[in-house]
């Protein structure tokens, strides 16, 4: 086995990854892929909160140079975007592929002959965007890919809302876990993304994918190999709790993870209508959480501006 192959490969050659593929469509007979755990049918059609169905909608793939260094490297990320989402952000810039359902049903086929084409353009790997309430078509296409040649790694480019079953099925199918810590308290998850439990959750969601796959390891050229990056967006007044973000990555993650600090917050969608949303974060704002970040000697990451 080449180790230099990601972890997908390896399961397959040993009948591992078929079964994970049936075992996480069995997680759909009553839904419980997400912490949400609607339990709905939804290989009868029946759709929970995400509104997601039984086929896996997408609503564009590209070739991408604008994610973090060694995720773009100099190919470009082989970006996927899935319809729906499991979370409500009010201020989602995505808004119309994850909250008005913009995109449309594809083949499990289909989507497996994307990724073909995004590993065919080159692409150092595949960037998975929200990709949690479709994890069974994800890995069954991965499956047919294998078979035709696919051979970079997988990012699991998500919220950080993550079901720790969910995520032990994808064990060894994921290589780079790429989740966002959005809140250090659970009170303004409940308040803009309706998810009373986001910090809890996604402590122990964050913890699980460190414990698969350790601190972002990189090839010689910089390009992200296997490991755990996390992204953390600063709101207006602190209402991220960037503190007890960073906080816990350093106390309960590692020292070494790399944390993509993101300084874009505009006000999309309905947080043009939330008083306390209405602008972009300050100069200052952007300032103090770096200085944090020092002082913690959270050191390894990228910072935007
Ligand atoms: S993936 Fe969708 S249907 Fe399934 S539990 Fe989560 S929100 Fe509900």
Redesign the pocket.
Known sequence: MNKEYPGYVELHEKGELVKKVDSLYE??QS??????????A?LKG???????GAEVEISSFHHHMGEEPPISGWSGSGTIFFT?C?LRCVFCQNFPISQLGHGNKVSISRLAEIMLILQKKGCHNINLVTP??FAPHVVAAVHIAVRQGLRIPLVYNCGGYE?ILTLQLLKGVIDIYMPDIKYGENAQAKKYSNAPDYFDVAKKSVQEMHRQVGDLKLSPDNIAQRGLLIRHLILPHDLATSEKVLYFIKNEISPATYISIMSQYFPAYKAVDVEELQRKITNNEYRKILRLTQELHLEKGWRQS
């Not at 419980?32 to 709905?40: E, S």
């Not at 029946?46 to 997601?52: D, F, K, L, N, T």
């Open positions: 997680m759909m839904c419980h892929l997400c912490p949400r755990r609607c339990g709905v939804r029946e759709v929970g909160y995400c509104r997601a729906h499991s949690t309430h079901e």
